[in-house]
C-alpha cells in the first residue's frame, strides 16, 4: 500500500484529473524553504529591590490630631479629627482621595468629641462613630453615621451607657460589639450590640474582667480576642474570648506580660501580633497561647499603629522615647510573619497621634499631628499626611 502526502500551500489549485484520460506526468514543483528571521534576544534587567520610603501628599484641610482613618468602600479615606490647635474638641472630619493625593472638608460630627472613641466602617459602607469622651472628660453614649455617598453625619441610637476607651469590632453577622471602656479611668465589664437594621443597641453579657485602654481583634472563626487593658489602675495579663453565637465570654491564655496601651492585629495565618511597650506577642488560637515575638530591630517604646500588608508583612510605626523628642514617632518597622523577623525601615517623619490605614495600592497613609509640644509638654496639633511605600522588586 502507498502512503501519498498531500502539500497545501495558498495559491496553489491541485490539477482536475479526467475520469478517461491517464493523469499527466507533470515536473514535480520545487518548495522554497525560508529560514526563519534571526531574533535578537531581549534582555531583561535584573529585579532591583526598591527600598521603603515615605512619600509627602500634601496637608490635610484641617490641622487636628487625627483619631482615626477610615478606608471607604469607594476607595477614599475618612479621618474623624480629634483635638485641634487649641487642644480642644472638634466635630470635623475630612477626607483623601488616593487617586488625586488631595484632602477636602467634609460633613461635621453631630456631636463634638475630644478622643477615646471608636470608628467603625458597617458593611453598607456608613461609619459608625460612638462614644468617647469631652474635654471635661466625661464618657459619651452618643452614636452617629457618616453616609460617604451625601457626606453627612446623622444620629443613631445611644449606647446603654457612656463610653470612652472602650473597642469596638465589626462582626461576620455585620453588628458591631462594643465592649469595656466607661466612665471612669477603671473600666467597664459591659458590652452590647449595635445593629445597623435598627439602629439600636442591646446589652450582651459581660466580660469577666473590667477594662480600659485595650484592644479587640476579631479571629478567624468569628469570635473575638480581648487582652489585657488596665483594671483597677493595674495593667492586665488576662485575656478572653466572645461568641457571637452565644454571647457568651471564656477565659483563654493569659498573655506573657501585662499589657495597656498597645496595638494588635490579625495575621494571615490567624495568630494575632501585639505590640506595647512591654514587649511583642502573638496569640495561637489554636492553642489558646501566647509567646514572645521576639525583640524588634530598634528598640521597644510602644507603638502608634500596625498595618497589615499585603504581602503578609506588618508595618508597625512606634512612638518616640527620645527625651529631646517629647512628641513623635522615631522607628518604624516591617514584622515578617513567616520567620518572626524584624526589620528597620527608613526612619518615620516627625510626628505623633497618628491615624493611619492601608490602601488598595499597597501603600499606608498616615495622617498625624507634628512633633513640637507646647509649654506644658502636649503635641501641637498639625496638618501633616504622607504615603509609606513598604517596597518591593522593581525593574
Same mark, same amino acid.
Request: net charge negative.
Given at each position: 500500500?502507498?502512503?501519498?502526502? @498531500?502539500?497545501?500551500?495558498?495559491?496553489?489549485?491541485?490539477?482536475?484529473?479526467?475520469?478517461?484520460?491517464?493523469?499527466?506526468?507533470?515536473?514535480?514543483?520545487?518548495?522554497? #524553504?525560508?529560514?526563519?528571521?534571526?531574533?535578537?534576544?531581549?534582555?531583561?534587567?535584573?529585579?532591583?529591590?526598591?527600598?521603603?520610603?515615605?512619600?509627602?501628599?500634601?496637608?490635610?484641610?484641617?490641622?487636628? !490630631?487625627?483619631?482615626?482613618?477610615?478606608?471607604?468602600?469607594?476607595?477614599?479615606?475618612? @479621618? #474623624?479629627?480629634?483635638?485641634?490647635?487649641?487642644?480642644?474638641?472638634?466635630?470635623?472630619?475630612?477626607?483623601?482621595?488616593?487617586?488625586?493625593? %488631595?484632602?477636602?472638608?467634609?460633613?461635621?460630627? @453631630?456631636?463634638?468629641?475630644?478622643?477615646?472613641?471608636?470608628?467603625?466602617?458597617?458593611? /453598607?459602607?456608613?461609619?459608625?462613630?460612638?462614644?468617647?469622651?469631652?474635654?471635661?472628660? +466625661?464618657?459619651?453614649?452618643?452614636?452617629?453615621?457618616? +453616609?460617604?455617598?451625601?457626606?453627612?453625619?446623622?444620629?443613631?441610637?445611644?449606647?446603654?451607657?457612656?463610653?470612652?476607651?472602650?473597642?469596638?469590632?465589626?462582626?461576620?453577622?455585620?453588628? #458591631?460589639?462594643?465592649?469595656?471602656?466607661?466612665? %471612669?479611668?477603671?473600666?467597664?465589664?459591659?458590652?452590647?450590640?449595635?445593629?445597623?437594621?435598627?439602629?439600636?443597641? %442591646?446589652?450582651?453579657?459581660?466580660?469577666?474582667?473590667?477594662?480600659?485602654?485595650?484592644?479587640?481583634? *476579631?479571629?478567624? +472563626?468569628?469570635?473575638?480576642?480581648?487582652?489585657?487593658?488596665?483594671? /483597677?489602675?493595674?495593667?492586665?495579663?488576662?485575656?478572653?474570648?466572645? /461568641?457571637?453565637?452565644?454571647?457568651?465570654?471564656?477565659?483563654?491564655?493569659?498573655?506573657?506580660?501585662?499589657?495597656?496601651?498597645?496595638?494588635?492585629?490579625?495575621?494571615?495565618?490567624?495568630?494575632?501580633?501585639?505590640?506595647?511597650?512591654?514587649?511583642?506577642?502573638?496569640?495561637?488560637?489554636?492553642?489558646?497561647?501566647?509567646?514572645?515575638?521576639?525583640?524588634?530591630?530598634?528598640?521597644?517604646?510602644?507603638?502608634?499603629?500596625? %498595618?497589615?500588608?499585603?504581602?503578609?508583612?506588618?508595618?508597625?510605626?512606634?512612638?518616640?522615647?527620645?527625651?529631646?523628642?517629647?512628641?513623635?514617632? /522615631?522607628?518604624? !518597622?516591617?514584622? +515578617?510573619?513567616?520567620?518572626?523577623?524584624?526589620?528597620?525601615?527608613?526612619?518615620?517623619?516627625?510626628?505623633? !497621634?497618628?491615624?493611619?490605614?492601608? *490602601?488598595?495600592?499597597?501603600?499606608? *497613609?498616615?495622617?498625624?499631628?507634628?512633633?513640637?509640644?507646647?509649654?506644658?509638654?502636649?503635641? @501641637?496639633?498639625?496638618?501633616?499626611?504622607?504615603?509609606?511605600?513598604?517596597?518591593?522588586?522593581?525593574?
Amino acid at each position: 500500500m502507498a502512503l501519498v502526502l @498531500i502539500a497545501a500551500s495558498a495559491g496553489c489549485t491541485a490539477p482536475s484529473l479526467s475520469p478517461s484520460a491517464e493523469p499527466s506526468m507533470a515536473a514535480a514543483p520545487t518548495a522554497t #524553504v525560508t529560514a526563519p528571521a534571526t531574533l535578537a534576544p531581549t534582555l531583561i534587567p535584573p529585579a532591583t529591590a526598591r527600598p521603603a520610603a515615605w512619600i509627602p501628599t500634601g496637608d490635610r484641610v484641617k490641622a487636628s !490630631e487625627p483619631w482615626a482613618a477610615t478606608l471607604l468602600l469607594d476607595g477614599r479615606v475618612l @479621618i #474623624v479629627d480629634g483635638p485641634n490647635e487649641a487642644d480642644q474638641q472638634t466635630r470635623s472630619s475630612q477626607l483623601y482621595d488616593p487617586a488625586s493625593g %488631595t484632602w477636602t472638608a467634609t460633613g461635621n460630627l @453631630i456631636t463634638p468629641r475630644y478622643d477615646a472613641y471608636t470608628v467603625t466602617r458597617l458593611r /453598607d459602607g456608613k461609619v459608625l462613630v460612638a462614644g468617647g469622651s469631652n474635654t471635661r472628660s +466625661d464618657a459619651l453614649a452618643a452614636a452617629e453615621l457618616y +453616609d460617604p455617598a451625601t457626606g453627612v453625619w446623622a444620629r443613631t441610637g445611644h449606647m446603654t451607657e457612656g463610653r470612652s476607651g472602650h473597642t469596638a469590632t465589626l462582626l461576620p453577622n455585620g453588628q #458591631v460589639l462594643v465592649t469595656g471602656g466607661g466612665p %471612669t479611668g477603671y473600666g467597664d465589664a459591659t458590652a452590647e450590640l449595635y445593629n445597623p437594621a435598627t439602629g439600636s443597641w %442591646t446589652a450582651s453579657g459581660r466580660m469577666r474582667k473590667a477594662r480600659i485602654a485595650y484592644a479587640a481583634t *476579631l479571629l478567624l +472563626d468569628g469570635k473575638v480576642l480581648v487582652a489585657g487593658g488596665l483594671g /483597677d489602675d493595674n495593667a492586665l495579663a488576662t485575656a478572653e474570648i466572645y /461568641d457571637p453565637g452565644a454571647g457568651t465570654w471564656t477565659a483563654t491564655g493569659r498573655m506573657v506580660n501585662r499589657h495597656a496601651d498597645y496595638v494588635s492585629v490579625l495575621l494571615h495565618d490567624g495568630k494575632v501580633l501585639l505590640v506595647g511597650s512591654n514587649g511583642n506577642e502573638l496569640y495561637d488560637p489554636s492553642s489558646a497561647t501566647w509567646t514572645l515575638s521576639g525583640p524588634m530591630a530598634t528598640h521597644n517604646a510602644g507603638a502608634a499603629s500596625l %498595618t497589615l500588608l499585603s504581602d503578609g508583612r506588618v508595618l508597625v510605626v512606634g512612638c518616640c522615647n527620645d527625651p529631646g523628642i517629647p512628641w513623635g514617632m /522615631d522607628r518604624a !518597622e516591617l514584622f +515578617d510573619e513567616a520567620t518572626g523577623a524584624w526589620t528597620a525601615v527608613a526612619a518615620v517623619p516627625a510626628g505623633c !497621634e497618628d491615624a493611619s490605614v492601608g *490602601l488598595p495600592n499597597g501603600t499606608v *497613609l498616615f495622617a498625624y499631628a507634628g512633633c513640637l509640644a507646647d509649654a506644658d509638654g502636649y503635641g @501641637i496639633a498639625t496638618a501633616s499626611a504622607e504615603l509609606f511605600d513598604p517596597g518591593g522588586e522593581t525593574r
